[in-house]
């Protein structure tokens, strides 16, 4: 496999720059019994990549009028990665917004992802949960 030039910038992909480890996982929402529903990820994939940051972000009026595009991750071509996957490096997890494939070669990927807030996927809950009861709710 030869290198990829890289779009907009003076330099290449090549096999040798993937050198970070990365984990993929599929989320799912799953039902934590009664209005409680739990973020389940699993199909779990490691996988080797180049991992860059995102300049800067633009602001209007104290408000975000794009997708926040915090990270770049490049991974060798898989059908299998969607933006409904998230990744998880160095400790940290990251949303996929949106996925590149090289001018359609399948042999390398663009992962354009955000850093999520939300802290450890695995033990992701969302719902209402407890305390929803004071809202008058339950």
């Known amino acids: 496999m030869k290198c ?31 209005v409680d529903y739990v973020n389940d990820f699993t199909d779990q994939k490691k996988k080797y990549a180049m991992v860059s940051t995102q300049d ?36 940290n997890q990251y949303r996929i917004v949106k996925v590149q494939d090289f001018d359609e070669r399948h042999e390398f990927m663009l992962l354009y992802c955000q850093k999520s807030t939300q802290g ?6 969302t719902g209402f949960g407890e305390g929803f009861g004071e809202m008058g709710g339950g």
């Open 120 to 125: 450890n996927p695995i033990s992701l809950s």
């Open 56 to 91: 800067g972000v633009t602001i209007f009026d104290d408000k975000n009028i794009e997708m926040v595009i915090s990270h770049y991750i490049y991974i060798l071509y898989d059908a299998w990665v969607t933006a409904e996957k998230w990744i998880q490096f160095d400790s």
């Open 4 to 34: 990829v030039k890289i779009q907009g910038r003076k330099r290449q992909l090549c096999l040798g720059d993937l050198d970070r480890l990365i984990f993929m996982y599929t989320k799912s929402i799953e039902n934590g019994g009664g």
